[in-house]
Antibody, heavy 117, light 110 residues
């Protein structure tokens, strides 16, 4: 069965960086993308971007860097220059992306990142 | 990219049907058949309910259906059940090759 298992909760100070991992299993990692979504406390979902595990192509903006390690079927999302506004649960989700479909289907359990001085 | 517009809340009694709308622009909802819907219970990860406007993943009840007209997509839940009470989010592919979510709709089963 498809599973995405994310790294544990993090507490960071303002100005620091955080790197969240997402280990995939149960499918061919390079046949799909990985999307990253975050959800601030009590708020809605927010797209952060995505990366193709096939060729490493990415689409994201701002302070984010997304990478993959195909040898371990793991995706990473690094967010720099953290502020309190970045306090949120961060989700990875497998991205189905081809000529006739585009949607995240299976989701990780989420990683809480708390930014506090 | 501005968030898609959803009603903040909807409600219905068990057995009834409800519809949640999701309004975007020609750069997202109206321009592509790549609208998906997610159900989220408190403290849980989102669950895919509808993809590519109207397709239902294996294992999702046929009480859930999706459609689109112009810049507005809709999720309909028929035969409401207590377990359907949750937050629902629409998502669309955009002309920037990124995704965008709606603000979310809280469904209350009375």
């Amino acid at each position: 069965q498809v599973q995405l298992v994310q790294s544990g909760a993090e507490v960071k100070k303002p100005g620091a960086s955080v790197k969240v991992s997402c280990k995939a299993s149960g499918y061919t990692f390079t046949s799909y993308g990985i999307s990253w979504v975050r959800q601030a406390p009590g708020q809605g979902l927010e797209w952060m971007g995505w990366i193709s595990a096939y060729n490493g192509n990415t689409n994201y903006e701002g302070r984010v860097t997304m990478t993959t390690d195909t040898s371990t079927s793991t995706a990473y999302m690094e967010l720099r220059s953290l502020s309190s506004d970045d306090t949120a649960v961060y989700y990875c989700a497998r991205l189905v992306a081809h000529s006739s479909s585009w949607y995240p289907d299976y989701w990780g359990q989420g990683t809480l990142v708390t930014v506090s001085s | 990219q501005s968030a898609l517009t959803q009603p903040a809340s909807v409600s219905g009694s068990p057995g009834q049907s409800i519809t949640i709308s999701c309004t975007g622009t020609s750069s997202d909802v109206g321009g592509y058949n790549y609208v998906s819907w997610y159900q989220q219970h408190p403290g849980k990860a989102p669950k895919l309910m509808i993809y590519d406007v109207s397709n239902r993943p294996s294992g999702v009840s046929n009480r859930f259906s999706g459609s689109k007209s112009g810049n507005t997509a809709s999720l309909t839940i028929s035969g409401l059940q207590a377990e359907d009470e949750a937050d629902y989010y629409c998502s669309s592919y955009t002309s920037s090759s990124l995704g965008v979510f709606g603000g979310g709709t809280k469904l209350t089963v009375l």
